[in-house]
């Protein structure tokens, strides 16, 4: 039974929105204190989809944002329409990022999103192609 749905939250992200993007992360956020989920997990969870949400809005065509709470784990999803990761242990590395000099000068494009979306999860699965990016990172609860 513990891997029953209990509530899903999701927000769509529109690429290139700057003035809306972290929003979505935000919203999750508040919703999962409200819950009265652990803080720790709140952080660690605010910044995976914190960093996935960046990454529709800087390198994807547009995409969805999910946060499915279980009783025993919380799973963060993001899908994408894009043109995907072109190689995903480059991608992994810190620091590496094909972030253009307009979106480096708004601040974003460290390289450091999927490394942390790693390390902050406790499982995480990326399947990516020509056509867009699915990432499911799970956090136990
Ligand atoms: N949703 C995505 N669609 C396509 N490429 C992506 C996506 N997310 C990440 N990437 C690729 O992986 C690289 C590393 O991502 P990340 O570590 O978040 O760094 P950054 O976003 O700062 O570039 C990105 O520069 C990009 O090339
Ligand atoms: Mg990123």
């Not at 290139?16 to 660690?44: E, Q, V």
């Not at 993001?78 to 995907?84: L, N, Y």
């Not at 990761?85 to 480059?90: G, N, T, Y």
Request: with cysteine; aromatic share 6%.
């Amino acid at each position: 039974m513990t891997d029953r749905l209990l509530k899903r939250y999701s927000y769509s992200i529109t690429a290139n929105d700057f003035m809306s993007a972290g929003k979505g992360s935000s919203a999750i956020k508040s919703n999962l204190k409200s819950l009265g989920i652990d803080a720790n997990i709140i952080r660690r969870i605010a910044i995976i989809s914190y960093e996935t949400e960046i990454n529709i809005v800087i390198h994807s065509f547009g995409g969805k944002l999910h946060c499915d709470i279980y009783e025993n784990k919380i799973v963060i999803i993001s899908e994408d329409t894009g043109p995907g990761i072109k190689d995903v242990d480059m991608a992994m590395t810190e620091g590496f990022s094909t972030a253009t000099d307009s979106v480096r000068e708004l601040g974003f494009g460290a390289g450091m999103g999927l490394p942390n979306i790693k390390k902050y999860s406790d499982r995480l699965e990326i399947n990516t192609g020509s056509t867009g990016t699915l990432i499911i990172a799970t956090i136990d609860l």
